[in-house]
């Protein structure tokens, strides 16, 4: 009865670097959602992904930003040319339905930092 | 007019007391308002959550409050513990395809033994 499984825990990644973040819904999950939290700050929301689909992604920067949630395998946020305004902590979600009143159930997120 | 905003920043209470946050937001549209608790080094976790049909709904010692026509909502932890201390957020979300949450900006509670 695994939670929501984010890897790697923590990434230090230098300026110009590439970011791969990973994220394994709970079992059962179709709907995937990505948020990121800067330091003293909420979560802001990124990206919104079913299978192979993206649904919403109106909170991920034009640039340098992607997501994907393929058929088989973990939710990939990849970050290209990483800059230091790119250190957070980066959060997925997962749900079951994707409805309204559906939890969404957090992992334990990824830290980046950007040296 | 997505923004939720949440008050007070950081709070501390005693053992026992009553904890209470608020939040206020300006989107009509919100008809979802979960509260998320986060301890250190985790990702938040669902405390409570409510719809706007009603004006409150308790779990335990979690209440939320909530003014449709303040367009407010508040969390009140009775009988306070240490164990409670966290950070809490607000958040809303609306009925459309979107189903992205919308945070506020996050209480620290301290509660001192």
């Known amino acids: 009865n695994a939670g929501v499984m984010q890897n790697p825990r923590h990434l230090v990644r230098r300026r110009g670097q590439e970011a791969r973040l990973r994220c394994s819904p709970m079992k059962g999950h179709s709907h995937v959602y990505w948020y990121r939290q800067l330091p003293e700050e909420g979560l802001k929301f990124m990206v919104y992904l079913q299978k192979e689909n993206i649904i919403d992604e109106s909170g991920m920067p034009k640039e340098r930003f992607s997501a994907e949630f393929p058929k088989e395998g973990p939710s990939i946020l990849r970050i290209q040319q990483v800059v230091r305004g790119d250190s957070a902590a980066y959060f997925c979600?997962?749900?079951?339905?994707?409805?309204?009143?559906?939890?969404?159930?957090f992992g334990p997120g990824t830290r980046l930092t950007v040296l | 007019q997505q923004q939720v905003k949440q008050s007070p920043q950081s709070l501390i209470v005693q053992k026992g007391g009553i904890s209470i946050i608020n939040c206020a937001y300006e989107?009509?549209?919100?008809?979802?308002f979960p509260w998320y608790q986060q301890f250190p080094g985790k990702g938040p976790a669902l405390l409570i959550a409510i719809r706007p049909d009603v004006s409150e709904k308790k779990e335990g010692r979690f209440t939320i409050s909530f003014n449709k026509s303040a367009k407010q909502f508040s969390l009140h932890i009775m009988d306070s513990q240490p164990g409670d201390s966290a950070t809490y957020f607000c958040?809303?979300?609306?009925?459309?395809?979107?189903?992205?949450?919308?945070f506020g900006s996050g209480t620290q509670l301290t509660v001192l033994p």
């Open positions: 989107n009509t549209a919100f008809d979802y």
């Open positions: 958040a809303a979300s609306t009925s459309g395809s979107a189903r992205q949450l919308t």
């Open positions: 979600a997962s749900s079951s339905r994707g409805t309204i009143t559906d939890t969404q159930y």
